[in-house]
């Protein structure tokens, strides 16, 4: 749930909580043992009650979890769901719940009333939709100057080029190719980036022509990454970063240097 926006978070940590929160209620005006909250528990994970009472509310929280286009219209059903289905279904939760913790249910029908009109709201709705407005997914990206050479097959030569940054979906990269070749939104590679013992071959599609820093470069996915290329990814960003420090060690060192002799 790491940095997304704090209304999904308070919404994904209420949802997770009511079942719970209602439960404990029963249980404490109920004056109830451990044995028979124990069997209360029972009774809302029973075939009658588990999908209205544990389920609706875990999936409202998945769906903000996992935000996507679909999620949105499973999120919305769930909370009509949760507001009419105490007044429509007779096991939308267990009798004894219904009796004694019925200010919870209340309270859980005003709470998706409100879901409903803060999701309704086009600047909450367009995150499911606009995947550039998911910025909370974005992956952390590193500025690390990587030779690649690019292959495809509507290409005779191989492309030289220079990844500028890059992060575990994407990169950022310069042509410096001596072959002039212009890039097309769409267009696919088979990029090769080595460092040192890491060889990394992995397709990657063109997504946009931009500018880092001073350089004008394009943009470009990978895409069917499988769990290895991650995994050599992963590695080869390491390998180069931890090179970086070592050097930026050495320098600060080597400047330290003349303090220390004049001392």
Not at 32 to 55: A, C, M, P, R, Y
Not at 89 to 108: D, F, G, S, V
Not at 215 to 231: C, N
Request: overall charge positive.
């Amino acid at each position: 749930m790491k940095k997304r926006p704090l209304i999904f978070k308070l919404f994904i940590l209420t949802y997770m909580l009511i079942p719970l929160a209602t439960l404990a209620i029963a249980a404490l005006r109920l004056e109830l043992d451990f044995e028979q909250t124990k069997n209360l528990v029972n009774l809302s994970i029973s075939k009658k009650h588990i999908l209205s009472f544990w389920g609706a509310p875990l999936i409202s929280a998945f769906c903000l979890i996992n935000v996507r286009a679909w999620s949105y219209f499973i999120f919305m059903g769930a909370q009509i769901f949760m507001f009419i289905g105490p007044h429509l279904l007779k096991n939308y939760a267990p009798e004894i719940i219904h009796m004694e913790a019925i200010l919870p249910i209340y309270m859980t029908q005003a709470f998706c009333l409100f879901g409903i009109y803060k999701f309704t709201d086009i600047k909450n709705r367009s995150s499911f939709f606009d995947p550039s407005l998911r910025w909370w997914e974005r992956s952390k990206r590193y500025h690390l100057p990587l030779p690649m050479s690019l292959k495809s097959h509507h290409i005779p030569s191989v492309l030289d080029t220079t990844v500028v940054n890059i992060s575990t979906t994407g990169i950022f990269f310069i042509n410096n190719s001596n072959r002039v070749h212009e890039f097309q939104k769409g267009e696919k590679f088979l990029a090769n980036i080595s460092f040192q013992d890491v060889e990394l071959s992995i397709p990657i599609r063109i997504v946009r022509k931009g500018k880092f820093e001073n350089f004008e470069g394009w943009g470009a996915q990978f895409s069917k990454q499988g769990l290895w290329h991650r995994i050599y990814l992963l590695k080869l960003i390491k390998q180069v970063e931890s090179m970086k420090r070592a050097k930026i060690k050495f320098h600060k060192e080597e400047e330290d240097q003349p303090y220390r002799h004049a001392s």
